[in-house]
C-alpha cells in the first residue's frame, strides 16, 4: 500500500499499462528482408509512428530490443526450418496481434519451389556439406503454422498498405485493404489494357491488387507478385495466356515465381 495515495502497488501498475505506448515487434523468417525494409523506407510517416508507439524488437532497424508480450507483431519470411516453426509459435504466443508481410510469409515465396521438387536433391547440389544443413521438405506460410489475424501480401509489400494495416490495428479496427484484381487499379489510372490491346499475357485477371499496377502502366503484363486475388477464375484465363502465345511450360513458370504455393492451391493452376 502505498501511504501517500492508499492505492496498491496492483492499481499503479495497472495505470502505467494503460498509459503506455502500443509496442510493435517486427520479425524475420526465411525471406530477403524486402519488406522489413519498405517500413523502413516509409521515412516520415515512420518518424510519426515511432512517436506514437514503442518499437520493441526490430532486428533490422536497432539492435535495442525487450521481451513481449507485444501489441503487434510483423513477420516477414516463410517457414522452411524446424527453426522456423519453432519461433513463430514463440511469437505467436507473445504477440496479441501477427500480421504477416509479403509474399514469403503469406505464400511461402519464392523457396516455395522446392515444394514441386527433391528438396534432398537441392541441397544436395547447392551445399557442400548438405548433412549439416537442416531444413524442412517443403516452404510454408505462417498461416500453416500458427494463427493470422491479417495477411499482407506482395512482394514487397506496399508502403500505403503497411501503413494502414498498423494503423488499423492500433486504432482497433479492420485494416482497409481492398482483395479485388490488378485490372481494378488498371481501370483506376486509366492504364490501357495490354491484353485487349496489345495480346500481351498478363495475370492482372487473378492476381490480388496493391502495386498500383506498375508493369501494365508501362506496357509489361503483370507477372503475379502479390498472389491470387479474393474470387479468381484461374480455369479462364489459362486459354486466353496460351491464345496469346504461351506455351504449358510457359503457364507454368508464369505461375511459379513469388507465389508459386498460392496459385498452386487455385483451381484450374497447373501442376
Excluded at 93 to 100: D, F, G, I, K
Aim: aromatic share 6%.
Amino acid at each position: 500500500m502505498d501511504v501517500r495515495t492508499g492505492r496498491g502497488t496492483r492499481a499503479r501498475t495497472e495505470d502505467a499499462s494503460a498509459t503506455r505506448p502500443p509496442t510493435l515487434a517486427v520479425f524475420k523468417l526465411a525471406s530477403c528482408d524486402g519488406c522489413q525494409l519498405t517500413l523502413l523506407d516509409c521515412e516520415d510517416e515512420l518518424l510519426a509512428l515511432a512517436g506514437r508507439v514503442e518499437i520493441a524488437h526490430f532486428l533490422e532497424a536497432s539492435g535495442a530490443v525487450r521481451p513481449g508480450p507485444y501489441d503487434l507483431a510483423l513477420v516477414e519470411g516463410s517457414v522452411t526450418t524446424p527453426d522456423d516453426a519453432r519461433r513463430i509459435r514463440e511469437i505467436r504466443a507473445a504477440s496479441r496481434h501477427l500480421v504477416t508481410i509479403g509474399a514469403c510469409a503469406t505464400a511461402g515465396g519464392i523457396q516455395a519451389l522446392r515444394n514441386f521438387a527433391d528438396v534432398a536433391e537441392f541441397r544436395a547440389t547447392v551445399y557442400a556439406r548438405p548433412e549439416y544443413v537442416a531444413t524442412l521438405a517443403t516452404s510454408t506460410p505462417v498461416s500453416a503454422h500458427v494463427p493470422v489475424d491479417f495477411e499482407l501480401r506482395g512482394c514487397p509489400i506496399d508502403r500505403g498498405q503497411l501503413l494502414e494495416v498498423i494503423t488499423a490495428f492500433l486504432a482497433g479496427r479492420k485494416p482497409d485493404v481492398p482483395d479485388h484484381s490488378v485490372c481494378f487499379a488498371c481501370k483506376r489510372r486509366g492504364t490501357v489494357c495490354v491484353t485487349v490491346a496489345h495480346g500481351t499475357p498478363c495475370l492482372g485477371p487473378v492476381t490480388h491488387a496493391g502495386c498500383g499496377a506498375i508493369c501494365p502502366a508501362y506496357g509489361r503484363g503483370c507477372y503475379g507478385c502479390f498472389g491470387p486475388a479474393g474470387t479468381v477464375n484461374l480455369p479462364a484465363l489459362i486459354p486466353v495466356l496460351r491464345r496469346d502465345g504461351m506455351s504449358e511450360d510457359d503457364v507454368r513458370r508464369a505461375l511459379r515465381t513469388y507465389n508459386a504455393a498460392a496459385f498452386a492451391e487455385v483451381e484450374g493452376a497447373p501442376s
